[in-house]
């Protein structure tokens, strides 16, 4: 059905197959979203992409305990918000390992944005460089590393997995510096592949990644399963080790981050062996079942930490008074994967940036409805837990 307004040239409702109604609006020549959140992206997303391909980026490993916990303890955080604060001008700018950005929602590290959008990660990074964010190349990136750095000036990280090919991992390492990007962000949590039963039971594709051309296939196919489980298993280095950060800081000058970590214990490792950062993480709830939701640990790991090295977060992140939330526990900067994804998938380039720009604008508008003109001002007063939320019950 479509009809017109006074404020807008058209709009479009639509009924999605769930019960929620939406409106796409026609504005300055642009579609647009009315309510743009991020359940409604994921729906456009579900009815755009082959249901094997949907069911990679959304689903988490075995029961999805984590899954719907990471972001249902976001939850249960309630909010002690000042009054009569000065919020004329909120201010979200931030640094990141010393580069400015406009706020701390980065791209967070996903695998094959191809199958979501055939512009792939050149896609996603323009939309980073659009909203003046930091943007995670996957290893597992469906377009080659030089190719996205070709593509814009977005300030960008480079994910490494390692390989029982050591020298496929140092190749990339040395093409990712050369490139341009500003650091390493080593993915810890995959010795091997988490068992996703949707990716079992559509038999996954495993493609091959231009990125390894000439050096090894990342092709599998057989009928057996998850292709991309079997390729993960065959090729990760599962013997990878506290020990082998040595190795890595052998072979590249950029810091490096150490992404996958949930403990205080190994958040105490991580400074000792040197790294720049950590990023606390549980990889979005695809690999290990009944792990933490993210946010639930992240107080753990910052007081573990003591400030010697930023701590960013990901997991569960939907609204900006996620963000919010996490920056209060501690954390410097939030990564977003799925949004991302569902951006890509329902509208390419442009969706990504919605996704970001909806976040963002949310984060300001809870600063500023929690008295907190700037980053610095977000304390770990202006949050309750549910630990604490239970403590002043007894
Ligand atoms: C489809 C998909 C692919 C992913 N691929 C990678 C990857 O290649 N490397 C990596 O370090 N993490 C990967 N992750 C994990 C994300 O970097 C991030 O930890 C997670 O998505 C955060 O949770 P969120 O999706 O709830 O924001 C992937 C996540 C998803 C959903
Ligand atoms: C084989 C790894 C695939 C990318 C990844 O990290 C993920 O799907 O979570």
């Not at 070709?150 to 029982?164: E, M």
């Not at 231009?210 to 090894?216: A, E, I, R, T």
């Not at 792990?291 to 939907?318: C, M, N, Q, Y």
């Not at 996490?326 to 996704?355: H, N």
């Amino acid at each position: 059905m479509i009809s017109s307004s006074s404020h807008f040239s058209s709009l479009l409702f639509l009924r999605k197959l769930s019960h929620t109604v939406f409106v796409l609006f026609r504005m300055q020549g642009r579609w647009h979203l009315s309510r743009s959140m991020f359940s409604e992206y994921q729906k456009l997303a579900k009815e755009a992409l082959p249901k094997m391909y949907y069911d990679f980026y959304a689903g988490g490993a075995e029961d999805e305990y984590s899954l719907k916990e990471n972001v249902e303890a976001f939850h249960r955080i309630t909010f002690r918000p000042r009054v009569l604060v000065d919020v004329s001008r909120v201010d979200l700018s931030t640094t990141i390992l010393g580069y400015n950005i406009s706020s701390p929602i980065m791209i967070a590290p996903t695998a094959y944005h191809k199958l979501a959008n055939p512009e792939g990660e050149i896609a996603t990074a323009r939309a980073a460089a659009a909203c003046n964010t930091i943007m995670v190349l996957s290893f597992m990136s469906t377009c080659t590393v030089e190719e996205v750095a070709s593509s814009c000036n977005a300030v960008r990280f480079f994910q490494l997995y390692v390989y029982k090919r050591r020298d496929v991992a140092a190749l990339l390492v040395q093409r990712a510096e050369r490139n341009g990007y500003k650091a390493l962000v080593l993915t810890v949590d995959v010795p091997r592949l988490g068992r996703r039963e949707a990716d079992i039971k559509n038999k996954m594709i495993s493609v091959q990644l231009k990125n390894f051309d000439g050096l090894l296939s990342t092709k599998v196919a057989n009928d057996k399963g998850s292709n991309l489980e079997a390729l993960a298993n065959e090729k990760f280095d599962a013997s990878l080790s506290w020990e082998d950060l040595a190795w890595l800081r052998s072979i590249t000058n950029l810091p490096i981050l150490i992404k996958g970590i949930l403990t205080g214990d190994d958040a105490i490792k991580a400074v000792e062996v040197g790294v720049s950062g950590i990023v606390v993480s549980n990889h979005g709830a695809r690999q290990l079942d009944y792990s933490p939701a993210t946010i639930s640990v992240l107080e753990e790991v910052v007081h573990a930490v003591r400030g010697k090295i930023p701590v960013l977060f990901d997991g569960g992140i939907r609204r900006g008074t996620d963000v919010f939330k996490a920056l209060a526990l501690g954390a410097q900067a939030v990564l977003v994967g799925r949004p991302v994804i569902f951006g890509l998938a329902a509208k390419g380039e442009y969706g990504v940036k919605r996704v970001i720009d909806m976040l963002k604008d949310e984060l300001e508008l809870t600063m500023a409805l929690s008295g907190c003109p700037s980053l610095k001002d977000i304390t770990r007063s202006h949050v309750r837990t549910e630990r604490e939320q239970l403590h002043s019950m007894l």
